[in-house]
């Protein structure tokens, strides 16, 4: 297993993963940090996904501020007064369409708004949402180390993205996933083992041929997936399938191996 790189300096975010506009939002909710605190919002709700994810080893850029909750709804008393404060200087859009929230409830008779917010703020998309689709996976990511005091919310730390971004191909398959998974064991020392592990451990129901199709690329990506070229990645799927495919080669000898000298 490859010894993980120190690419993140201390006390110090790599800020030039994020364009301009979202920038200039990153840093201008640091001027509502008591706001923030004095809502409780710092205790819950942490940036995660790519952008939490780049902010700590530089490894692509990232647009939107994915914050997640991770109790089973989200605070939304404390975020409507949070907003309500951002209007004043910002321009916020809710994007939940009326008929995405009247099919929620139809079909689970649940309300949408309880699960997942989305905005645009000054043009930057930003989504509340719970995080952990059970008891086992919400207390790891409230006990999964975070940084603290470097904005005015916390971001999840790279422990807790590595299992963030292995449970995230059991509800969609995206090229800015796939890459965030192999920086992470590129340059991170996630290894596939430690997927495994965590697939082992944190869903009802692990499939290990479905992720080593999805990760070699035999089940492909999603119709609506993004590309990786607007978050200047110079890195094609296919180069992405050959690293995934030469790492489950290498984990099939590893265990044959195992096998053989048992």
């Known amino acids: 297993m490859k010894q993980k790189k120190n690419l993140a300096k201390k006390n110090k975010l790599y800020l030039s993963t994020l364009p301009i506009e979202t920038l200039k939002l990153f840093e201008s909710l640091n001027d509502h940090a008591k706001l ?47 907003l309500s404060a951002l209007k004043i200087k910002h321009d916020v859009k809710e994007l939940n369409a009326v008929a995405q929230i009247s099919k929620f409830k139809i079909q689970t008779g649940l309300n949408l708004l309880d699960y997942v917010r989305d905005f645009s703020i000054n043009d930057v998309k930003v989504t509340f949402f719970t995080l952990g689709e059970n008891e086992e996976q919400r207390q790891f990511y409230k006990s999964t180390p975070k940084l603290m ?56 129901s692990n499939d290990l041929e479905y992720y080593r199709a999805v990760l070699t690329g035999k089940i492909p990506l999603d119709r609506d997936d993004e590309g990786l070229l607007a978050v200047d990645v110079q890195v094609g799927v296919d180069q992405i399938y050959h690293f995934f495919k030469k790492i489950f080669k290498e984990h099939d000898l590893e265990l044959a191996d195992r096998l053989l000298n048992s």
């Not at 904005?151 to 090229?175: D, I, Q």
């Not at 796939?178 to 697939?199: C, I, K, R, V």
């Open 36 to 82: 923030i605190k004095d809502l409780k919002l710092d205790q819950n709700l942490c940036l995660v996904g790519g952008t939490a994810l780049a902010l700590q080893i530089n490894h692509r850029r990232s647009n939107d501020l994915d914050l997640a909750c991770f109790d089973k709804k989200l605070p939304n008393h404390a975020i409507d007064q949070f």
């Open 149 to 204: 005091d470097l904005w005015a919310f916390p971001l999840m730390g790279v422990e807790g993205l590595e299992l963030a971004k292995s449970l995230v191909l059991k509800n969609r398959v995206r090229s800015r996933d796939l890459y965030d998974l192999m920086a992470l064991m590129d340059t991170q020392g996630y290894a596939l083992e430690s997927l495994l592990n965590h697939l082992n451990k944190y869903l009802v």
